[in-house]
């Protein structure tokens, strides 16, 4: 018989009438669909299909504990109503696909049980034969006792195929609890390492989350550096103005300078002048006293004849008051132009 397949990527359900609630436990009569729907798409009835058609039709797979007592319920009940009606080999049929759970494949079994079973099948129909043969010959009695000897041998060693069956047995249960046990650390190494995972993908954003504001504080020291970096050049481009301005100045300082030092050379000539101002003064006064008395003594005594020529006299002191004269002009004219200089001096500064 061909082994039914267990697994799908659809099914029809066309002929049902599913009404899907919003229950989220499975029952009785949600198995019963499920199975019939498996039924008619001609897949093998086993745990792991059910539950993926109850997940298929309804949205809920449930507990496997659960699944597996209410199959185990609706075999027992649907294996009794198939009896009826059918021949052994419809039968066997049954049974055999009962009794597929999905877990142990054909190629699982060992091969000595499998050849037991045949020689046992066939050593029984063998013997329903002969039972409906009622002329047994010679040659049919020497085959009979010839399978029989082989048939006792093989009940013989029957024990020992017990025995190897058994270990093979035991062999397979420890290997499926070493792969289950294999298969249970697996997932408890695979959740620790998800949780080891999020803790560094955890670590990583607070390190993100970090860096973003470092990036911030940077961006907005960035943005004072260049705000200040336009102040300098604006302060550079100011200094540079201003000492434009200041070598203007120092220029216009020297230029003082010197006019200070011409102007202090007039004042010192305007010192002698004033010097030799008074000296003419005085001698003016001097002349003018001289002339004044011998005027006096020319009054008193006009017949006196003196030595002393008048005239001569007279032109000195004109000579004289005509020189103080020019001397005041050039006073003047240095007093002005040392009070614009001076003027001049104190604007600049």
């Not at 299909?49 to 007592?69: E, M, N, P, R």
């Not at 609706?74 to 009826?84: H, P, T, Y």
């Not at 329903?128 to 020497?142: F, H, I, P």
Request: aromatic share 4%.
């Amino acid at each position: 018989m061909a082994k039914l397949p267990t697994t799908f990527t659809t099914l029809d359900l066309q002929g049902f009438d599913i009404e899907k609630s919003n229950q989220t436990a499975i029952n009785r009569e949600m198995l019963d669909v499920a199975c019939a729907v498996l039924q008619k798409n001609r897949l093998g009835i086993v745990s792991r299909s059910v539950q993926s058609a109850l997940k298929h039709i309804y949205g809920i797979g449930g507990s496997t504990d659960v699944i597996c007592q209410l199959l185990k319920e609706w075999r027992s009940e649907n294996l009794a109503s198939l009896k009826q009606g059918r021949s052994e080999k419809d039968l066997a049929s049954v049974i055999l696909e009962a009794s597929n759970d999905g877990l142990l494949e054909e190629s699982d079994i060992p091969e000595e049980y499998l050849a037991v079973m045949r020689q046992m099948a066939i050593a029984g129909f063998q013997l329903a034969y002969q039972k409906a043969d009622t002329s047994v010959s010679g040659e049919r009695m020497k085959l009979l006792s010839q399978e029989n000897t082989a048939m006792q041998q093989q009940l013989k060693d029957f024990p020992l195929l017990l025995t190897e069956l058994n270990f093979y047995k035991s062999e397979y249960e420890r290997q499926r609890n070493e792969l289950k046990e294999a298969y249970m650390n697996l997932n408890k190494q695979q959740l620790a390492d998800s949780d080891t995972y999020r803790q560094q993908l955890e670590t990583l954003g607070s390190e993100r989350n970090d860096l973003q504001i470092s990036l911030l504080v940077a961006e907005g020291k960035l943005a004072e550096l260049a705000e200040m970096e336009v102040k300098e050049r604006d302060r550079t481009l100011e200094i540079a103005r201003l000492n434009g301005q200041l070598e203007q100045k120092q220029s216009e300082i020297s230029e003082l300078h010197g006019e200070i030092k011409s102007l202090q050379t007039v004042v010192g000539a305007k010192s002698a002048i004033e010097s030799q101002l008074l000296t003419l003064k005085t001698q003016l006064k001097e002349a003018n006293e001289t002339i004044t008395r011998l005027q006096s003594q020319q009054k008193s005594t006009s017949a006196l004849e003196v030595d002393v020529d008048v005239d001569s006299l007279q032109t000195a002191n004109e000579s004289l008051a005509a020189e103080v004269s020019n001397l005041q002009a050039q006073l003047q004219e240095f007093q002005s132009g040392s009070t614009k200089k001076s003027k001049a001096v104190a604007n600049s500064k």
